[in-house]
């Protein structure tokens, strides 16, 4: 662990005197992309070991393309956001590494031990999808300059994003496992909801900002709450009505409960009323609970949620093979190759978090969320340190989305919450939400450079007023 | 298949290396969070720096030098001054060039600070666009579109 990192005493004004540069802890980035890639190859080379005896043939251009990727993606920041976080892009390359171990193992498993998951070989077209990913986070960062040019295309990534949101529901042949989240062209099928959540965390970053003020009044206080007036209560109407719809027509509650978690705790952070949060809860849960009377599938999700062994043959049988995943695993688990993680349905999407459980027990598994913490925690510190409203809300909202996906997919693995059909980000097996993944993270790069830029690059000299050029824009 | 205790000493190795990385990653947050903070009060200017010295209680008043408001006087206490187009800011402007909360002063140690809230065209002190808290000497012009804020003691 030589990672250079600064210790005590770089106070970064410190480092503004002249004739020293400002630290923008891009070596640090590349150090550590470089163990992500290391762990990445080792688990690789220890599932080839495990499990065939041998290193396998694909190791080294796998080893090569892998290492590639981050090179790039390193290049890229260093050139367009010198001052981004150093610890977003090596969390990510660390999740996404993992992930693609572990698909590589279950291909092994798939096509090897003959077991009951298909015997298509996915990690090749995994790493491919990452490399679709890196161009969308290029695009971005180069596209992007400024995060808040994104506040005023608000009114459009909304449209956008409800077209996509509602795109699955109108098409037909949307239907997969029972979920109706995916369009088909000709070979290959997208989810559209993973781009529809970043499109709408932007327009619910640039409202909020907007509206917080009115939104942030409150009328009388019942029980320490600060009650808001009821004709402010339309916006977080509006939103419940449209994850209700998601709900009953989509048939997700994992879209659902993502979507209006982000509105409700991103309209918690723009007033700073707890209210909200209750608020929010209360009109879930009424709607939760009328879509369990009225609607089957829901009541199906619910009931093997409450006891998944009593439908263990049915419905419960994913959960019910989850479950026994992670048991086996215990806290250690049976070593990258040892166990028997195929043995769960669709363990390369929705249950690969049961497939590390298995494969490297609940200390590999913590390890995981720990990443995932970490990830979130420089999105929130970006958060902080940004010097806009409208850049604090986008990337509160960003790293809130992330955390609370994980949350949701995790605990539909472990049988805390009832199975969604969202997939663990980074991790999972699927192109949508891996491209998704990268663009959302593009994003945090950008803010965070933002953020960690000094302001006294940016106004090296500060502009005359009567030669500024005047931008006349009504606010 | 290899031997029991190259299995095993992948199983732990493995464990080790992606908590060795997690650890790798709390002393960057560490350095980040001990090692000198970001968001800090801008460098003050030199000429503010200077009228510091000179200035010798603190300012009392703000006054409104230019623009349609020219002449208002605000007398300056322990609370912020919001300066903006919105209804319930301490100085309301009609201004096209002014965002409804455009700009802030607040009071820190008998000291005051302009801070711009993200205002559409900018907040000038002097000649100097505010970008972070910037402290305001007596005298210095501070510019919102049309309009023209001094302190004065």
């Not at chain 1, 005896?53 to 090179?71: D, K, M, Q």
């Not at chain 1, 992330?402 to 991790?427: D, E, S």
């Not at chain 2, 501070?142 to 004065?152: A, K, N």
Request: proline share 5%; charged share 15%.
């Amino acid at each position: 662990m030589a990672a250079p990192v600064n210790g005590p005493g770089t106070d970064p004004r410190a480092a503004i005197a002249p004739g020293t540069a400002i630290p923008t802890r891009r070596g640090t980035e590349l150090l550590l992309l470089g163990f992500a890639v290391l762990i990445t190859l080792a688990a690789h080379l220890i599932i080839d070991i495990t499990v065939t005896g041998s290193p396998g043939t694909e190791l080294v251009t796998f080893g090569i393309w892998f290492s590639a990727l981050w090179v790039v993606a390193h290049v890229v920041v260093r050139r367009f956001a010198p001052y981004a976080d150093p610890l977003l892009l090596p969390c990510v390359a660390v999740l996404s590494g993992l992930g693609l171990s572990m698909i590589h193992r279950l291909d092994i498993a798939g096509t090897q031990l003959g077991g009951s998951s298909s015997a298509s070989v996915d990690a090749p077209v995994q790493l491919v999808w990452a490399t679709v990913g890196l161009v969308l986070f290029i695009a971005v960062l180069v596209i992007v300059r400024d995060h808040r040019a994104l506040a005023r295309f608000a009114y459009t990534l909304a449209l956008i994003g409800l077209v996509l949101l509602a795109l699955p529901a109108v098409l037909p042949n949307s239907e997969i496992n029972g979920a109706k989240l995916w369009i088909r062209f000709g070979g290959f099928s997208i989810q559209p909801g993973e781009f529809a959540k970043i499109c709408l965390i932007v327009f619910f970053a640039a409202y909020l900002v907007d509206k917080r003020d009115v939104l942030a009044l409150a009328s009388r206080r019942v029980l320490r709450l600060e009650l808001p007036r009821g004709r402010d209560l339309g916006p977080v109407l509006l939103a419940w009505v449209a994850s209700i719809l998601v709900l009953v027509f989509e048939r997700d509650l994992g879209s659902s409960l993502l979507l209006f978690g982000i509105f409700v705790v991103m309209l918690y952070v723009a007033t700073e009323r707890a209210s909200w949060l209750v608020i929010g809860l209360l009109l879930f849960a009424g709607g939760a609970f009328v879509a369990y009377q009225l609607f089957s599938h829901v009541r199906v999700r619910v009931d093997t949620w409450l006891d998944p062994f009593a439908y263990a043959d049915t419905g419960g049988y994913q959960v019910v093979q989850s479950l026994f995943s992670l048991g086996t695993g215990g806290l250690f688990g049976a070593g990258l190759g040892g166990g028997r993680p195929d043995q769960v349905p669709v363990a390369k999407s929705d249950f690969i978090a049961a497939a590390i459980g298995e494969e490297l027990g609940l200390f590999g598994l913590v390890a995981m969320i720990v990443i995932y913490l970490v990830l979130v925690e420089r999105g929130l510190r970006t958060s902080l340190v940004v010097r806009d409203g409208f850049g604090k809300l986008l990337a509160a909202g960003l790293a809130f989305s992330l955390a609370w996906q994980v949350f949701v997919v995790l605990g539909g693995v472990t049988g805390l919450l009832p199975l969604t059909g969202l997939t663990t980000p980074f991790l999972a097996y699927g192109g949508s939400s891996l491209v998704a993944n990268f663009g959302l993270v593009a994003l945090l790069v950008r803010i965070s450079d933002a953020a960690r830029r000094p302001a006294a690059t940016a106004a090296t000299t500060p502009p005359r007023l009567t030669d500024a050029p005047t931008e006349v824009v009504q606010p | 298949m290899p031997a029991e205790i190259v299995l095993q000493a992948f199983r732990f190795g493995f464990l080790i290396l992606l908590w060795l990385f997690v650890f790798a990653a709390f002393r960057v947050v560490r350095a980040d969070l001990f090692g000198g903070r970001a968001g800090r009060v801008a460098s003050v200017p030199p000429r503010a720096a200077a009228a510091r010295k000179r200035g010798g209680r603190g300012p009392r008043h703000l006054v409104v030098t230019a623009g349609p408001l020219s002449g208002t006087r605000i007398t300056l206490g322990e609370q912020a001054i919001l300066i903006g187009r919105a209804d319930d800011s301490t100085l309301v402007l009609t201004d096209d060039f002014a965002s409804s909360r455009h700009a802030r002063l607040t009071n820190r140690g008998g000291q005051w600070y302009v801070e711009d809230l993200g205002s559409t065209n900018g907040t000038y002190l002097d000649q100097q666009r505010v970008q972070g808290p910037l402290l305001v000497a007596p005298g210095q012009p501070i510019r919102i579109g049309q309009t023209v804020l001094e302190l004065r003691s």
